[in-house]
């Protein structure tokens, strides 16, 4: 069975990205843009969420909340139309400990305690999730919630390591690219290859996590293609 690979999380305007992700084996990808209407013509497997930043970007079925430290007014208008129009819901979420810590300054709660308390976390995608604790699993658990990690993109930025073996077992994970600056191409297999070296380090062993887990994250085909595609 070929490989068949799933970016989580790409951020473009450009439909040219997405093809290029097509070509690395993902044929499943969500999308996320100011520009919806510029990918109109989408292969099937590619979703559009429309990134949102003020409340003239929540339109659609799928939205993604760029952050929670953005006005309350904007905050408001998010809550009242996801549980309005019950659409699909990112929010990038636990990215860096210096925005975890401004939102536990301002409302007492950590990110995702947060977005429980807003009625935000059922069924949420929480973006970025580096900082994450017990406390946090258990409530995503509770409501169905589920992280994409950005390895590149959080490693490139310094915004912290991925806690991919800690979060392992408690709740399904997927992977992204964020806006490709630190993987030209937005290929997954390259984002594999770093979660198993991240992966070795939590660990301090290497081989720490099994090719077919390592697989099952990021998608499913034969695992000695993938094996020779990510080593």
Request: with cysteine; net charge negative.
């Amino acid at each position: 069975m070929k490989l068949s690979l799933y970016n989580a999380f790409l951020m473009t305007d450009s439909m040219a990205n997405v093809d290029v992700c097509h070509s690395c084996f993902a044929d499943r990808i969500n999308v996320v843009t100011k520009n919806v209407n510029a990918f109109d013509g989408a292969k099937k497997g590619v979703e559009v969420y429309s990134y949102v930043e003020s409340e003239k970007d929540l339109a659609g079925d799928k939205i993604c909340l760029s952050s929670l430290l953005l006005p309350d007014p904007v905050l408001d208008a998010c809550i009242e139309y996801v549980l309005e129009k019950k659409c699909k819901f990112m929010v990038r979420a636990c990215e860096d400990l210096y925005t975890c810590g401004l939102i536990e300054s301002r409302y007492k709660l950590s990110p995702v305690m947060l977005l429980h308390r807003m009625g935000l976390l059922d069924n949420a995608t929480v973006v970025g999730a580096n900082f994450i604790d017990r406390d946090d699993i258990d409530l995503m658990v509770q409501s169905n919630a589920s992280p994409v990690f950005l390895p590149s993109y959080s490693l490139g930025k310094g915004y912290g390591v991925p806690p991919v073996g800690f979060v392992s077992g408690k709740l399904p994970i997927s992977f992204g690219s964020a806006d490709n600056s630190f993987n030209a191409n937005g290929d997954m297999r390259k984002e594999a290859y770093l979660t198993r070296l991240l992966c070795n380090e939590s660990a301090r062993k290497e081989d720490a996590i099994d090719e077919r887990v390592l697989l099952s994250y990021f998608g499913s085909g034969n695992v000695e293609d993938w094996i020779k595609e990510t080593k």
